[in-house]
């Protein structure tokens, strides 16, 4: 008697593709980040459309970072109850249809709304993005994947100039929305085939709703504050500081919870652990040196040269396009050095790349001036975020990566939005200094300043009559003032970042080597075939 056949074995899942894994971290980040920066700079055109003034409109930006700031803890917690890609893939496609929908809002608060959702599902990207590194990847792969996670947060701020010119000159400002549709649905598609499913855990944290709530309002007040400060003149707008007291308080109450709690939704052990703090610092201190370009250059180039949107972003391109070839090369260095001399080497071309900057700008500068300091930075922020990032993940273990991603994304947008608030605050108050001491020395009156008005309105007479030639040289003399005194508080401003990245390079070069483990570093001259992978 013959046995029954045996039964058609049951289809294998088709195995994740790392390639495409690395893709969607990719994908998920530069969204992020390209999104918000693209509202800046089409600010003016969108306040238009939406016939909102300048103080209403000054929302538009926060509305979106707020939510991110918000849902951050809550995306820590979502990730670890049902994984980071099912997570992520819900995100993404909630993130495709409301891009595509918000260029159709009808008033500022349909637009703000909708900008608050795009938030809050692209707020999910960047904590999950950096944990599926260390959940999903081999070891091997996780250099490679913090220097995709570092290139996009570079490339993405950088082209953003370029890409907002390019659809206000020849599209329409709505393609700064639209043009997310297709990026979400790249990530859905690297997702879904570059990252295998994977079970629910067995044991899933549970919802700490007092802490959650507590943490992201907390946080996202705070932001709030720290986004409206300088338009509201900081601590002199009861505005600013009823959010900046709320957030404290709530922060506060947030970790003394999280500290007593039985089952706590964001672990402080694994924040407060030696050394993450201060590389989280530092993380938060990049986000101020990226602003050493992605504010004070167009700020230069506009105030000083009236440059446009689309002529700022040729120039900061200058900065995004070398991160394509350095990115590989910080990995390769991740790979055969210690991180903490990729980040070091990192600080020390910014550094000098500020330097550069500060002891050679003039008010005739233009684009091409800016080039070799910008590609001594392009490689230097390259280098520090994907090196300070990889020493951190070194000192974590796998099942730590959704609270370190939550800190890492606190951090990004915390960090930058203390940096913007420093940069724009001492810009515009060395600027401000600048133009009364010019000025002390410019008096109607003193034969030098004579001298000038008539060079210049000798000739005004060739185009203009007499009277309208003196009010024109007048004109002009004010104009070469304010440039002069905007140059110098962009000198001034480069300074102060140059001296902060030297004293970041000094908490990089006193920290310990990482402990050994399965991603780190291997011998510059190693065998391939002897190395452990």
């Known amino acids: 008697m013959s046995g029954a056949p045996p039964a058609d074995p049951a289809p294998a899942a088709p195995a994740p593709i790392p390639w495409l894994g690395l893709a969607a971290v990719l994908l998920g980040t530069f969204i992020s980040t390209l999104n918000g920066r693209l509202s800046t700079f089409g600010l003016a055109d969108i306040r238009g459309a939406l016939h909102a003034g300048f103080d209403d409109g000054a929302w538009i930006t926060t509305a979106q970072t707020v939510a991110q700031m918000l849902i951050a803890p809550v995306a820590v917690w979502v990730g670890g109850v049902y994984g980071p890609r099912r997570a992520l893939l819900e995100a993404a496609l909630a993130f495709a249809v409301v891009s595509a929908i918000i260029p159709f809002s009808v008033n500022l608060p349909m637009f703000l709304g909708l900008q608050f959702m795009s938030g809050l599902a692209s707020g999910f990207f ?223 071309f910014v550094s000098l790349a500020c330097v550069q900057v500060a002891r050679n700008l003039t008010p005739l500068w233009g684009s091409e001036q800016f080039l070799p300091s910008q590609l001594l930075q392009a490689i230097g922020q390259s280098f520090a975020l994907s090196g300070i990032l990889f020493f951190a993940v070194l000192h974590l273990r796998p099942e730590d990566a959704l609270t370190f991603g939550g800190a890492v994304q606190t951090a990004r947008l915390m960090g930058g939005q203390l940096g913007q608030a420093f940069v724009v605050t001492l810009t515009r108050v060395r600027t401000q200094t600048a133009s009364n001491l010019i000025g002390q020395h410019v008096r109607i009156g003193d034969g030098a300043v004579m001298d000038r008005l008539g060079a210049y309105a000798a000739v005004f007479r060739r185009t203009s009559d007499p009277t309208a030639a003196l009010g024109k040289a007048a004109t002009a003399l004010a104009g070469i003032v304010r440039s002069a005194a905007a140059t110098q508080g962009v000198i001034d401003s480069f300074v102060a970042v140059g001296a902060l990245t030297a004293i970041a390079l000094m908490l990089v070069v006193a920290h310990k080597p990482a402990p050994i483990g399965p991603a780190s570093h291997l011998p510059l001259f190693a065998s391939q075939r002897r190395a452990v992978l």
């Not at 490339?155 to 953003?160: D, F, V």
């Not at 610092?281 to 506009?302: E, G, H, K, N, W």
């Open 126 to 348: 960047v904590p999950l993005t950096l944990g599926f590194i260390l959940r999903a990847l081999p070891p091997k792969f996780w250099a490679y994947g913090v220097a995709i996670y570092a290139l996009n947060l570079e490339l993405s701020l950088n082209i953003s100039a370029s890409l907002e010119g390019w659809y206000v000159d020849h599209m329409s400002w709505r393609w700064i929305f639209w043009q997310n549709v297709p990026l979400a649905l790249g990530m859905v598609a690297c997702l879904h085939f570059g990252i295998a499913r994977t079970p629910p855990p067995p044991n899933p944290p549970r919802a700490d709703l007092f802490g959650l709530a507590a943490g992201g309002i907390g946080l996202a007040l705070i932001y709030a504050g720290l986004d409206q400060g300088n338009r509201l003149d900081w601590l002199h707008s009861g505005v600013v500081v009823a959010l900046l007291a709320a957030g404290g308080l709530l922060v506060a109450g947030f970790l003394l919870h999280e500290s007593r709690t039985r089952y706590p939704g964001v672990n402080l052990k694994v924040l407060f652990a030696p050394p993450l703090p201060r590389l989280l610092i530092l993380v938060a201190f990049l986000r101020l040196t990226i602003l050493s370009t992605a504010y004070l250059i167009p700020q230069y180039l506009q105030a000083v040269r009236g440059y446009r949107a689309l002529e700022v972003g040729e120039t900061l391109v200058w900065i995004a396009a070398p991160q394509l070839v350095f990115c590989p090369l910080a990995a390769l260095f991740l790979r055969r050095t210690d991180p903490r001399l990729v980040a070091s080497i990192g600080f020390i």
